[in-house]
């Protein structure tokens, strides 16, 4: 079965300081991924989504992930955080028959000045 | 432009209370569209997705039920809530066939059973 886990439930880094957000999937094919980020009290927003061809995805807010399939991951990195980024990020996977998405725990980010 | 709408923003209900929560899209024709629920600390949960009017896929038994009345209007409801109801609930649609599994969010309703 399809599952998502993003290891890290808390980060905490400072401003200025560069991100990276952990993602690793299990899927028997190429999947479809997708990050997304809420803020609090809000609805999700989608970050970036890699479907095929570069393995290296842009996204909205500064934000790019990369798809390494030999290691089954699509991690999040940023290389400047900014005071409003602190939110929580959720990973998702998609499997292109059922248009479902199943969707990691979150990690939850916060940002010192 | 799409735009999804969810109300109400903030629930408080008692428990054994029935509950309903609506969701409407605007912009878009036959979209898919899709409950989840976000209890405290804990990641989203697929509840429910619809493809049609009338067609609804149940994904986790539970106390709760939805309904697709009309091509872009979805309805939770339950006849009485338990304190596990509580959570965030999340309305999402994506295009029919497109721009694959693209999923898009309101803004959620924070659900409070006391």
């Known amino acids: 079965a399809q599952s998502v886990t993003q290891p890290d439930i808390h980060i905490t880094v400072s401003e200025g300081a560069s991100l990276e957000l952990r993602c690793n999937y299990s899927?028997?094919?190429?999947?479809?991924l997708f990050w997304y980020v809420q803020s609090p009290g809000q609805g999700l927003q989608l970050l970036l989504k890699y479907f095929s061809g570069d393995t290296l995805v842009q996204g909205i807010k500064g934000f790019e992930a990369e798809f390494k399939r030999s290691q089954s991951s699509f991690n999040l990195r940023k290389p400047s955080v900014h005071w409003s980024d602190a939110a929580e990020y959720f990973c998702?996977?998609?499997?292109?028959?059922?248009?479902?998405?199943?969707f990691g725990t979150g990690t939850r980010l916060q940002v010192f000045p | 432009s799409q735009t999804i709408h969810q109300w109400p923003a903030t629930l408080v209900q008692p428990v054994g209370s029935p509950l309903s929560l609506e969701c409407t899209v605007e912009?878009?024709?036959?979209?898919?569209l899709y409950w989840y629920r976000q209890a405290a600390g804990r990641g989203l949960q697929l509840l429910f997705y619809s493809v049609g009017i009338g067609q609804i896929s149940s994904e986790v038994p539970q106390n709760l039920s939805a309904s697709r009345p009309q091509d872009r209007q979805f309805i939770l409801s339950s006849k009485k809530l338990l304190l596990s109801d509580s959570g965030f609930y999340l309305c999402?649609?994506?295009?029919?066939?497109?721009?694959?599994?693209?999923?898009?969010f309101g803004a959620g309703t924070r659900l409070s059973v006391l």
């Open positions: 998702a996977v998609g499997t292109g028959g059922t248009d479902k998405l199943i």
């Open positions: 899927y028997g094919a190429t999947p479809y």
């Open positions: 912009g878009t024709s036959n979209p898919n």
């Open positions: 999402a649609w994506s295009v029919e066939q497109a721009v694959k599994n693209i999923q898009y």
